[in-house]
Each structure stands twice: as C-alpha cells, then as structure tokens.
C-alpha cells in the first residue's frame, strides 16, 4: 500500500523558513515525477513546485525564487525548502506523485499545514 507522509510543517513569520519533507513507503517513485501542491483556506488546491526523476524542477510563479523543491531517491522522498514566507503562503501543503505516462497525479499525502503570520 502506497502512502506519502508529509511534515516540516507549522507557524512562522514572515521572512522565515520551512523545510517541508514527504517520505514515500509501498513502492519505489524514483522514476516518476513528485510534486508539492497547496490549499489555503477557501481556495482551490494549486500547483507549487514539481521535480522529474532527472532532477528537473518547476515552478509555481509565485514561489520562483522563494521555494526549492529537491528530491533523494535513496530515500524515496521529496523535499520542499521554503524561504522567505509571506501570508499568502499559509496553507495546507500536500505531496504527491505522478506515475511516467499518467496525466495526473495518482498518490497524495494527508497534508501539513503551513502558517505564515505576518
């Protein structure tokens, strides 16, 4: 059984940092792509930041800069480092995957709340 277990998670000020990690148990996903997504309060979830198996990243706009999305196939986790956190990044911060060859992401994590307070 697949599950992806986020933390790093909780309050700081704005400024500050966070290094949020998502350890991935029940199958290797080191082929795969493995992404970081958000919900904030009364909002849609949005993409974040993502990271092929060859290490390539994306970004969300808003975070370039900001937020650095890595990724230790060794062991089979995915690591979002958080710089200089504003408001509007407060939100619950998911992990997830996308298997090679899907069009969506398959496996999610539960969350991990992030708050930035101003």
């Known amino acids: 059984q697949v599950q992806l277990v986020e933390s790093g998670g909780g309050l700081v000020q704005a400024g500050g940092s966070l290094r949020l990690s998502c350890a991935a148990s029940?199958?290797?996903?080191?082929?795969?792509?493995m992404g970081w997504f958000r919900q904030a309060p009364g909002k849609e979830r949005e993409f974040v930041a993502a990271?092929?198996?060859?290490?390539?990243?994306d970004y969300e706009d808003s975070v370039k800069g900001r937020f650095t999305i890595s990724r230790d196939n060794a062991k089979n986790t995915v690591y979002l480092q958080m710089n200089s956190l504003k408001p509007e990044d407060t939100a619950v911060y998911y992990c997830a995957v996308r298997l090679s060859g899907d069009s969506v992401y398959r496996y999610w994590g539960q969350g991990t709340q992030v708050t930035v307070s101003s």
């Open positions: 029940g199958r290797t996903f080191s082929n795969h792509k």
């Open positions: 990271i092929a198996w060859s290490g390539n990243a």
